[in-house]
């Protein structure tokens, strides 16, 4: 390894106890628990008798469509108003193949069979937030898409884009 990618690579960290830990597997074993800590949270229940209260803004019909399979037009709309040149995910497909193949694989990604689990997998990085990260704080967790997912995120998006004004207020 050279230059930067050296630079990046995590030799040892310091635990949230103090304990420095060295090695691929002892690192990635300390990330996952540390990160797992902090985006589950903590251990409390969440009183939900309030939330009977609100009133329901959301139409059956507005959540039947958020929850509607989305039509080959849909989905081509959203394929070619994506950057051609994105980053392509662990799956190394960008956006470029997608568009300039759409004729030849849409009806074998988007046909109505079942996605395949590998085309909605993510690949998580720690990106230091320091020159020296030593610990998992110095870190930024980011996830890295495949172009698939990337494709139903914006579905979703911009099916809840008329919604959203609903459901939060200007302020």
């Not at 630079?7 to 074993?29: E, M, N, P, S, Y």
């Not at 037009?73 to 994506?82: H, K, Q, T």
């Not at 470029?96 to 990085?125: R, T």
């Amino acid at each position: 390894m050279r230059g930067r990618r050296r630079r990046l690579f995590l030799h040892k960290i310091c635990t949230d106890t103090d304990t420095w830990v060295q090695g691929d597997d002892q690192i990635a074993q300390e990330a996952c628990k540390y990160f797992e800590e902090m985006f589950i949270g903590q251990n409390c229940r969440i009183d939900e008798s309030m939330i009977q209260l609100l009133p329901s803004l959301v139409t059956t019909e507005q959540n039947k469509r958020l929850q509607e399979m989305p039509t080959m037009e849909e989905l081509r709309e959203v394929v070619f108003a994506m950057n051609p040149n994105s980053a392509p995910g662990p799956d190394g497909i960008g956006g470029k193949f997608y568009q300039s193949c759409w004729n030849v694989i849409k009806e074998d990604l988007f046909g109505g069979s079942i996605m395949p689990k590998f085309m909605s997998h993510a690949c998580l990085v720690l990106l230091p937030k320091t020159e020296h990260p030593t610990k998992f704080k110095d870190l930024r967790p980011i996830s890295l898409s495949n172009f698939s997912n990337k494709i139903i995120s914006k579905i979703l998006s911009v099916r809840l884009a008329d919604i959203i004004p609903l459901l939060i207020s200007d302020n």
